[in-house]
């Protein structure tokens, strides 16, 4: 009876379609859309005839669909006038429909620094291990990636000592179509590769798979590359370059373009991944939140996790601010930013005969004669007679003299916000300056300046000694020495300032991001011949150094191809909590975590703390986010049980949400950590866990107790029921609660971090808390 119903409002849809299209009287503003209906079949096959129907009728009209979803999901893309977009949303089957969005990009020594700083954690499970288990052979797992595409040719991508390609394998290698078709070829490594275009973007040259951006290529590298004994950034940062999960298998889906990435080739990169067999899906791109149900990147992973495929996502490059984080989901595993310990000095000597050394920082890979000194001026004095002395000393375009500039060493304030430091150094470089001295002390990234212009970055102690000379030296100069990049003096992690921060912008009843990982400064492969990636007078660089979340989600993508392939039978929510749980909050000085500002760093920066290599292996418990917690999540979240049947094929028979819930209740999923808001410490909140064990018979003891250590900060009492575990075997599931009170009757005037720790003596397993008075800012319309 639906599906007869559902024909005939399709067929009257059909009419109106065509009468619309006859009249050509559009009243409204046509755009590209993106019709959601739901889950598909659980077996894959396409039982959703009234998509099939539709998108018929649509090209009939002259609506021909751009995409159709139907192996994770259901649904299409087509090009609609708005009165007819709003006419489907009102159809049955349809979840929501909104407009096709453009998403951006969030733009080798990382494994190295995290192997170390592994062994630096005493624990028993690191102690056993040596550096072989980084490179132990791990298994056939895949990787899908959605991004810009992927440069075959690179080394990265090699298929030496890699064996046949899985059976299970169930994907595609395209060639493409007016570019170059036969030059585009997958191997044993690379096994697969698609390319979706929108009516944005018609351009042949991207009729094909191949990367023109660099983007997907570097990614993909962090993620999976092959070991490369020699790489280097013309000779800055050499050693061993290599992938996290060096094994795993790669397949690329080219949804992005050099104008973005649009929201319905998003979704039907996941759909096909889905249908493929991948078993992680890295995607290093956001949409600011809005509604969870227009956001492609929501929808897809949804359907992913449903599947059983672990999805990484990128955190955003929104910081320092709150509530800047993206991909928050609970069904995401979400990836903030974090340095290493490698820095790349470029020095300055003060003075002639008695000069003095000034530490800084700069990626310079021009020719630099360190005998040869340059006049050195700050650059309020080159200020023009008509400009303002504040922009003038932070090198605004047209503030400067260029007489005075030209041929100095220009050293430039960075106090004004709004200015970017690659603006600067363009600006001093245009009107003739030889070196830009910047003075900054929250600048980690070195991979956006120019690196054929010397700029050395500067902290504001050393800015002063600098300013003093000037200012007492009748004609002051300075040479910058050649660049050399250094390793294990820097204090690390530490978290940069682009990193976006949570608290999460929907709802402040889930802990996001989850974790941090490597994204600052980052080599990997690149483009091969990529002239536009050369410094002047270089060749093409075959790596590349970037930063951004964008680094840091496939550093956490490898680690979950890794924990797939020892753990096949492990959740998408299992590989999570493993993750999670065995984070670390500690430097390699052993000091908090800090922000690149130097602040203490709390979970809103870095969640549960930097991943660890080995720790994710071994994590003696995990938390294990079931379907019904995404299910309720959605539920708390606002929206109606019968959207939640729509959304979902795996929707209990009977299946209703809970009675009076609301978003507080968010907390209250089995996450691996914790966050409560609304906290008014007038009366306590309750909070349920489950832990189950996953110990290894070969490195624990079936039988095993666990007991409970808190961290809990002043003004918040907390307490858990029971302070003992006892598991009598792998597989057993326990409970347990943990009780918030304030220990004043007044509210937090903070937002109050602490932890809650399991130990057996062999493992610890950490999960964050974050208790807040703030509630949620907005509600879903």
């Not at 550096?131 to 990636?145: A, M, P």
């Not at 059976?167 to 493409?176: A, F, L, N, P, S």
């Not at 929250?442 to 991979?447: F, G, N, P």
């Amino acid at each position: 009876m639906m599906r007869c119903l559902t024909v005939t409002v399709i067929i009257f849809l059909f009419l109106f379609l065509s009468v619309v299209q006859n009249c050509k009287s559009e009243t409204s503003k046509s755009g590209d859309y993106i019709i959601y209906m739901g889950a598909a079949s659980s077996d894959g096959s396409t039982d959703n005839d009234h998509v099939e129907l539709l998108s018929s009728m649509f090209k009939r009209s002259g609506k021909t669909p751009m995409h159709i979803y139907k192996h994770g999901f259901s649904g299409f893309a087509a090009h609609l006038s708005e009165d007819e977009a709003h006419l489907m949303a009102k159809q049955p089957g349809v979840v929501s429909v909104f407009p096709d969005q453009m998403l951006e990009l969030h733009t080798t020594r990382s494994w190295d620094f995290l192997v170390q700083e592994s062994y630096q954690r005493e624990t028993y499970f690191t102690e056993m291990n040596n550096q072989q288990e980084f490179d132990v052979h791990e298994g056939d797992t895949i990787i899908g990636f959605i991004d810009s595409g992927i440069w075959p040719e690179a080394q990265s991508f090699d298929d030496r000592h890699i064996g046949p390609v899985p059976e299970r394998w169930k994907g595609t290698c395209m060639r493409g179509k007016k570019t170059q078709p036969g030059s585009f070829h997958c191997n044993r490594k690379l096994i697969g590769a698609r390319y979706y275009n929108s009516s944005y973007f018609l351009d042949p040259d991207y009729e094909t798979p191949r990367d023109f951006l660099g983007h997907g290529t570097h990614v993909a590298s962090i993620a999976a590359g092959q070991i490369i004994s020699d790489a280097s950034y013309y000779g800055l940062a050499s050693g061993i370059m290599r992938g996290g999960s060096t094994n795993s298998r790669i397949a690329m889906y080219r949804a992005c373009s050099v104008l973005g990435c649009r929201g319905s080739s998003i979704l039907a990169a996941f759909d096909d991944a889905i249908a493929d067999g991948v078993d992680v899906i890295s995607i290093s791109m956001g949409l600011w939140p809005d509604n969870l149900l227009e956001d492609p990147l929501a929808i897809g992973s949804f359907h992913a996790v449903e599947r059983g495929i672990t999805v990484v996502c990128s955190a955003g490059n929104s910081g320092p601010s709150s509530q800047s984080v993206v991909n928050a989901a609970p069904w995401m595993i979400t990836v903030a930013a974090s340095s290493i310990d490698r820095g790349f000095e470029s020095n300055i000597l003060l003075g002639g005969n008695s000069s003095k050394l000034i530490k800084g920082f700069g990626i310079n890979i021009a020719n630099i004669d360190s005998t040869h000194a340059n006049p050195l001026i700050h650059a309020r004095l080159a200020k023009k007679i008509d400009a303002n002395e504040e922009a003038a000393r932070n090198c605004a375009p047209d503030t400067m003299n260029q007489t005075i500039v030209q041929g100095k060493i220009v050293v430039c304030d960075n106090d004004l916000g709004d200015q970017v430091i690659q603006w600067k150094s363009e600006e001093v470089k245009r009107l003739g300056g030889a070196v830009m001295i910047i003075i900054d002390d929250e600048t980690l990234d070195l991979s956006f300046i120019d690196p054929s212009f010397l700029v050395t970055i500067i902290k504001p102690e050393d800015g002063i000694q600098i300013k003093s000379y000037i200012n007492s030296t009748r004609e002051p100069i300075a040479t910058i020495m050649p660049t050399r990049s250094r390793t294990g003096h820097m204090l690390a992690p530490s978290i940069p300032s682009f990193s976006s921060r949570g608290p999460y912008l929907l709802t402040r009843s889930i802990l996001k991001p989850d974790i941090v990982a490597p994204g600052v400064n980052i080599l990997a492969s690149w483009l091969v011949g990529d002239l536009n990636a050369a410094p002047e007078g270089k060749p093409p660089p075959l790596v590349n150094i970037e930063s951004g979340t964008s680094m840091s989600c496939p550093h956490v993508s490898g680690i979950a191809a890794r924990l797939k392939s020892r753990y096949p039978l492990w959740s998408p929510a299992a590989i999570r909590s493993a993750i999670m749980t065995t984070a670390v909050q500690m430097t390699n000085l052993g000091t908090h975590i800090t922000t690149e500002a130097g602040a203490k760093a709390t979970p809103y920066d870095f969640g549960a703390g930097q991943v660890t290599i080995f720790g994710p292996s071994s994590p003696g418990l995990v938390y294990e986010t079931n379907h019904m917690d995404y299910l309720n999540f959605l539920c708390y979240f606002g929206y109606t049980t019968d959207q939640i049947r729509k959304i979902s094929k795996r929707i209990p028979n009977g299946y209703a949400c809970p009675e009076q819930s609301s978003r507080e209740d968010i907390s209250n999923i089995n996450y691996p950590s914790i966050s409560i808001s609304n906290f008014n410490g007038q009366e306590s909140r309750r909070v349920r866990r489950t832990v189950t064990n996953v110990a290894s018979r070969l490195i624990g003891d079936e039988d095993t107790i666990y007991t409970v250590s808190i961290d809990s900060p002043e003004g918040l009492l907390v307490r858990v029921i029971p302070r003992r575990l006892h598991f009598r075997k792998i597989g057993d599931k326990l409970n347990y609660q943990v009780i918030f009170s304030s220990t004043t009757s007044s509210t937090l005037k903070e937002d109050a971090f602490g932890s809650v720790t399991w130990s057996n003596g062999m493992f610890s397993v950490r999960s964050p808390f974050v208790v807040s008075s703030k509630g949620d800012d907005s509600s879903k319309d």
